[in-house]
């Protein structure tokens, strides 16, 4: 059977108890990242009635997209799900209800005919404004029974859609009244018609959600889908790997990818880990792509069959021929253009400029390679020095800012701690698989203080 999840809070904040009769997790309010670290698989169902927007990060298309690409189904409605299956629906998001149906229409365009501030979940997500699209239906309700007139109540929407949203609520009918030209006494008994009468559609909607999950839960198919491949951007690369735990963040001791800059930068075996890994990824794709034989688990072997890759995918011709390669100089330090064979300069290329397409990031596979050796503890250890040292810093000297430091500085001083020229310290870096002078310089900048002034406690080695 699919797991079925539901984002809610205050579209139906006794979600809890209404879906205690069946396996549905109820989650709070989306926010961006939490549909990138929900554990969901192809199969499962995850519903979004209420999303975050102002005080926590909205959740990205992106990561619905991403979900949908994985064969998760995604609906949803009342609130942000309405929001962003309107938006997304073509991509196979699956809209629910009627406030999904008026943005998908355009009789809703703004964001903030949903919107409402309210109180936090322990105290059950207590409403302390009204959403607009709610105070619509009521109002248009109050047409239908008599209490006003269509062209009044329209004013009165006009004006509530003026205010911010905060502000939005039936006792501010008076004020509303007043800006629309409304005599007090019709807008009291209006006021009083709506607080008696409340209409609220995004409840009506998150039930309807919560009936289709109710359904999957016990294996009642949907809709037949397509499943849509997305792009794996940069974007989408940094959003997933820090919420499984390789990001970065603000300071490498947040994630795994500064444990694996620690490597890349001080153990002394780390250029030959990227070469091993770089032709293993070469020689593997070189198999699936161009229905190589597999070849041998020897050096010699896998670097030949990534040289020859690279003229499968078009980079070059082989046999080398030195009239025509010019495109490697930049590739190459002087000593290699004048002693390595064409074949081997093309290496050199091949395992410098080795990056994967956008969703396989190099750093992505080199963490999951090297992040259950020994010597990932021993990198981590590092990390965590280098943040002691410079929060240390800091606390002396508040002026202190990493970003100050001088770029060339921390250059100069992994040009001497790898002892290589300045001159050729890039194509050392990309030995090491960082991208270039700028990757460096970010990469070494928080360990700097560390390396420079303790040099010892900066020394391991990588087991390739």
């Known amino acids: ?272 880990f990227h070469r091993q890994f770089v032709l293993d990824a070469l020689a593997t794709a070189c198999a699936e792509e161009c229905g190589a034989g597999s070849p041998a688990p020897d050096d010699t072997a896998l670097a030949e069959t990534a040289v020859r890759h690279g003229e499968h995918r078009g980079l070059y011709r082989l046999p080398a021929d030195p009239a025509r390669a010019g495109f490697l100089a930049p590739w190459l330090t002087p000593a290699e253009r004048d002693t390595l064979a064409p074949g081997d300069q093309l290496l050199a290329f091949l395992l410098r400029s080795f990056r994967v397409r956008p969703g396989l990031p190099w750093d992505e596979l080199a963490i999951h390679r090297l992040r259950d050796r020994p010597l990932w503890t021993g990198a981590r250890r590092i990390v965590q020095l280098a943040w002691e040292v410079n929060d240390r810093v800091l606390a002396e000297h508040q002026d202190f800012d990493l970003n100050d430091l001088d770029p060339e500085k921390i250059l100069g001083l992994f040009a001497r701690r790898w002892g290589v020229p300045r001159a050729d310290l890039e194509l050392a870096a990309m030995d090491r698989g960082l991208e270039s002078l700028d990757s460096l310089t970010m990469a070494g900048r928080a360990f700097y203080l560390l390396a420079r002034y303790n040099p010892g406690l900066v020394q391991f080695e990588v087991a390739a």
């Open 1 to 272: 059977m699919p797991r079925c999840f539901l984002f809610v809070g205050p579209s139906l904040p006794d979600a809890v108890d209404l879906a205690r009769d069946s396996p549905i997790e109820v989650l709070p309010p989306v926010a961006a990242g939490d549909l990138i670290r929900l554990p969901a698989r192809a199969g499962d169902v995850v519903g979004i009635v209420d999303g975050y927007f102002h005080q926590i990060g909205t959740v990205r298309h992106k990561e619905v997209l991403a979900l949908l690409s994985d064969g998760v189904r995604v609906l949803g409605a009342s609130s942000m799900g309405a929001l962003r299956a309107a938006e997304l629906d073509s991509f196979g998001m699956e809209g629910i209800g009627g406030i999904y149906a008026d943005y998908r229409d355009g009789r809703l365009e703004a964001d903030d005919e949903v919107t409402l501030l309210h109180s936090t979940p322990e105290e059950d997500y207590r409403a302390l404004s009204e959403p607009l699209v709610c105070m619509r239906a009521t109002l248009s309700r109050a047409v239908e029974d008599g209490v006003c007139d269509r062209a009044t109540a329209s004013r009165l929407v006009a004006v509530l859609a003026g205010w911010p949203f905060g502000r939005r609520s039936y006792d501010g009918l008076a004020a509303a009244g007043r800006e629309a030209g409304i005599g007090v006494e019709a807008a009291r008994e209006i006021r009083q018609y709506c607080v008696t009468h409340r209409v609220d559609p995004k409840r009506e909607d998150a039930l309807l959600l919560l009936d289709v999950l109710r359904r999957a839960s016990r294996g009642e198919d949907g809709p037949p889908r397509d499943t849509p491949q997305v792009n794996r951007t940069s974007f989408l690369y940094l959003w997933q790997t820090g919420a499984s735990g390789l990001g970065i963040g603000d300071s490498p001791h947040q994630g795994d990818l500064g444990v694996l800059r620690a490597c890349q930068l001080f153990a002394d075996e780390s250029p030959r």
